[in-house]
């Protein structure tokens, strides 16, 4: 009788301890995503202590830079010393950043404290989106994306919020001490709970390859947070970047042929599926960070809402790409299919983004409300579906190099997309305004073609309506070039072809693999 008991009570205790490795890795990844967010909105009172305004924008690039270097670099060591350990060392690296990142007295130090903070967060999305892929079968896999595109949906809405309210309450040094008791709890969780198999890699860490890619993304980065800013696209430092770029990136591709263990081996490139979930999350993340950035600023300029709220504003996306998120997993787990998502995800987005590029001076919120659930119906589809996937086409002994490799792809993407949309964004508000808005409408617009809501109430009624419709025309050349992008992660999507999810379905039986081994019962 009590081996009967024990038996009945073990799966329960098993996906106890799953669900609580689960919370450990959910809080992790709020970590990773509200931390830019919480900045963004500290930024003006950093800049009001520390001072130091020309060096602004280094203090989200250095960010930015060391997290897309370091990305592929966790995923392999994780892939070879074991996943545990690793990723507890890039949380405690990232709270270390984020101390520091507090303890700042001027911004030369917070902007190298920040690159360490980055160097930290590289490995944060990596070893969440691995381990999970080490504990759940992928066809089981399904039914957690929805709580993945929760804590996405949340940090994209409640990022400003928060911010907002500790930078006015605590002081603006809060917005990175915030992370360190959620980033403790996070350990405490892991450490106690989370038992995978120790690896020890005899060959050694490929240095050069580290190296080479290092140089290859940094360039990318570079090019595309500088060019039409800080340096015209024309000029010879972005020509140097781009040269240094594609140099590094065909040396590091080269060397990945012979290296005894490479950092990203070529060979998960031959899954035709790899291949192409990549793409499309690269599209992915193009088209979403730079619908993030323009819609918020469309509905405050043109549509007179309450910048205080941005992060609301979004609601419609990240609600419809929750729901769809939820929805898509289910049937997922139920059936083992997902060839339909990320062909439905493509036209969903392309038919969004085409929507939101129609949207004038005239638009009402419902209707743009209604125009961003499309996109958010589409990217919800999208979203997890790409690293299920991605996952499923590669061995076991490389599924730190395949989120890392997928993760480094949106990232990418997103830097792309802000740079692409934003370039096109500003030369059309700027010819825009001095088309309708006269010598006047060039000087307001001469050094940004953002203007905050201090900036708009203080321009004349005909400047700000001009304004509004250079805004308008400038959101519809983003949005369109969004919709033409799109078409690629479309004919991707058609491409892909559906190979049988590894693990089991929804009924368990005695064969089916289990992930409760890897975790403390």
Same mark, same amino acid.
């Given at each position: 009788?009590?081996?009967?008991?024990? +038996?009945?009570?073990?799966?329960?205790?098993?996906?106890?301890?799953?669900?609580? =490795?689960?919370?450990?890795?959910?809080?992790?990844?709020?970590?990773?995503?509200?931390? $830019?967010?919480?900045?963004?909105?500290?930024?003006?009172?950093?800049?009001?202590?520390?001072?130091?305004?020309?060096?602004?924008?280094?203090?989200?690039?250095?960010?930015?830079?060391?997290?897309?270097?370091?990305?592929?670099?966790?995923?392999?060591?994780?892939?070879?010393?074991?996943?545990?350990?690793?990723?507890?060392?890039?949380?405690?690296?990232?709270?270390?950043?984020?101390?520091?990142?507090?303890?700042?007295?001027?911004?030369?130090?917070?902007?190298?404290?920040?690159?360490?903070?980055?160097? /930290?967060?590289?490995?944060?999305?990596?070893?969440?989106?691995?381990?999970?892929?080490?504990?759940?079968?992928?066809?089981?896999?399904?039914?957690?994306?929805?709580?993945? #595109?929760? +804590?996405?949906?949340?940090?994209?809405? /409640?990022?400003?919020? =928060?911010?907002?309210?500790?930078?006015?309450?605590?002081?603006?040094?809060?917005?990175?001490?915030?992370?360190?008791?959620?980033?403790?709890?996070?350990?405490?969780?892991?450490?106690?709970?989370?038992?995978?198999?120790?690896?020890?890699?005899?060959?050694?860490?490929?240095?050069?390859?580290?190296?080479?890619?290092?140089?290859?993304?940094?360039?990318?980065?570079? =090019?595309?947070?500088?060019?039409?800013?800080?340096?015209?696209?024309?000029?010879?430092?972005?020509?140097?970047?781009?040269?240094?770029?594609?140099?590094?990136?065909?040396?590091?591709?080269?060397?990945?042929?012979?290296?005894?263990?490479?950092?990203?081996?070529?060979?998960?490139?031959?899954?035709? $599926?790899?291949?192409?979930?990549?793409?499309? /999350?690269?599209?992915?993340?193009?088209?979403?960070?730079?619908?993030?950035?323009?819609?918020?600023?469309?509905?405050?300029?043109?549509?007179?809402?309450?910048?205080?709220?941005?992060?609301?504003?979004?609601?419609?996306?990240?609600?419809?790409?929750?729901?769809?998120?939820?929805?898509?997993?289910?049937?997922?787990? $139920?059936?083992?299919?997902?060839?339909?998502?990320?062909?439905?995800?493509?036209?969903?987005?392309?038919?969004?983004?085409?929507?939101?590029?129609?949207?004038?001076? /005239?638009?009402?919120?419902?209707?743009?409300?209604?125009?961003?659930?499309?996109?958010?119906?589409?990217?919800?589809?999208?979203?997890?579906?790409?690293?299920?996937?991605?996952?499923?086409?590669?061995?076991?002994?490389?599924?730190?190099? #395949?989120?890392?490799?997928?993760?480094?792809?949106?990232?990418?993407?997103?830097?792309?997309?802000?740079?692409?949309?934003?370039?096109?964004?500003?030369? *059309?508000?700027?010819?825009?305004?001095?088309? *309708?808005?006269?010598?006047?409408? &060039?000087?307001?617009?001469?050094?940004?073609?953002?203007?905050?809501?201090?900036?708009?109430?203080?321009?004349?009624?005909?400047?700000?309506?001009?304004?509004?419709?250079?805004? &308008? #025309?400038?959101?519809?050349?983003?949005?369109?070039?969004?919709?033409?992008?799109? =078409?690629?992660?479309?004919?991707?999507?058609?491409?892909?072809?559906? +190979?049988?999810?590894?693990?089991?379905?929804?009924?368990?039986?005695?064969?089916?693999?289990?992930?409760?081994?890897?975790?403390?019962?």
């Amino acid at each position: 009788m009590a081996d009967t008991q024990t +038996v009945e009570t073990e799966p329960d205790k098993k996906q106890r301890s799953v669900r609580v =490795v689960l919370l450990a890795l959910m809080i992790t990844m709020m970590l990773a995503m509200l931390d $830019n967010m919480i900045v963004g909105t500290a930024m003006p009172t950093i800049v009001g202590e520390l001072g130091g305004l020309e060096h602004l924008s280094w203090v989200v690039t250095a960010y930015t830079l060391a997290t897309a270097a370091a990305t592929p670099l966790w995923g392999k060591l994780g892939d070879m010393y074991g996943r545990k350990g690793v990723f507890m060392s890039s949380i405690v690296l990232f709270l270390v950043g984020s101390a520091l990142s507090g303890m700042a007295q001027d911004m030369g130090q917070l902007i190298g404290f920040r690159a360490v903070q980055g160097l /930290g967060a590289g490995g944060l999305m990596v070893g969440v989106m691995a381990i999970i892929g080490d504990l759940i079968p992928p066809r089981e896999r399904g039914k957690y994306q929805g709580m993945m #595109a929760g +804590v996405m949906a949340l940090a994209m809405i /409640g990022g400003p919020l =928060v911010g907002g309210t500790i930078t006015d309450n605590w002081g603006w040094r809060w917005s990175f001490y915030i992370n360190l008791p959620l980033g403790v709890v996070s350990l405490g969780l892991i450490s106690a709970v989370l038992h995978l198999p120790k690896k020890r890699a005899q060959a050694r860490i490929d240095y050069l390859g580290a190296a080479l890619l290092t140089v290859g993304i940094t360039s990318i980065v570079l =090019v595309t947070t500088w060019g039409g800013t800080e340096y015209a696209w024309s000029s010879a430092r972005i020509m140097e970047l781009i040269g240094i770029g594609v140099a590094a990136l065909v040396g590091f591709v080269f060397w990945q042929t012979k290296a005894a263990e490479p950092v990203v081996p070529l060979h998960i490139f031959r899954s035709r $599926n790899f291949t192409l979930m990549s793409i499309i /999350g690269f599209i992915t993340g193009f088209v979403m960070f730079g619908a993030t950035l323009f819609l918020p600023l469309y509905q405050q300029s043109v549509q007179g809402a309450s910048a205080t709220n941005s992060g609301l504003l979004l609601l419609p996306m990240l609600g419809a790409m929750l729901v769809t998120s939820m929805v898509a997993g289910r049937i997922t787990t $139920n059936s083992g299919r997902y060839y339909v998502f990320p062909v439905a995800g493509s036209v969903l987005m392309v038919i969004g983004l085409y929507l939101l590029s129609t949207m004038d001076t /005239g638009t009402s919120r419902f209707t743009s409300g209604v125009f961003m659930a499309v996109v958010g119906l589409g990217m919800g589809c999208l979203m997890q579906i790409t690293m299920l996937v991605a996952q499923n086409s590669v061995e076991m002994k490389d599924m730190g190099v #395949a989120s890392s490799s997928t993760t480094l792809f949106r990232t990418l993407g997103s830097s792309f997309g802000v740079a692409i949309m934003g370039a096109l964004f500003n030369h *059309r508000v700027q010819d825009t305004m001095a088309e *309708r808005g006269g010598e006047l409408g &060039s000087k307001v617009t001469e050094q940004s073609a953002q203007l905050d809501a201090k900036s708009l109430e203080k321009l004349p009624d005909a400047v700000r309506e001009a304004y509004q419709y250079a805004v &308008s #025309a400038g959101t519809h050349s983003a949005f369109l070039l969004g919709s033409i992008v799109a =078409v690629v992660s479309l004919v991707a999507a058609v491409f892909v072809k559906e +190979v049988p999810l590894k693990g089991a379905g929804p009924q368990k039986s005695a064969d089916d693999p289990a992930p409760a081994p890897l975790v403390e019962v």
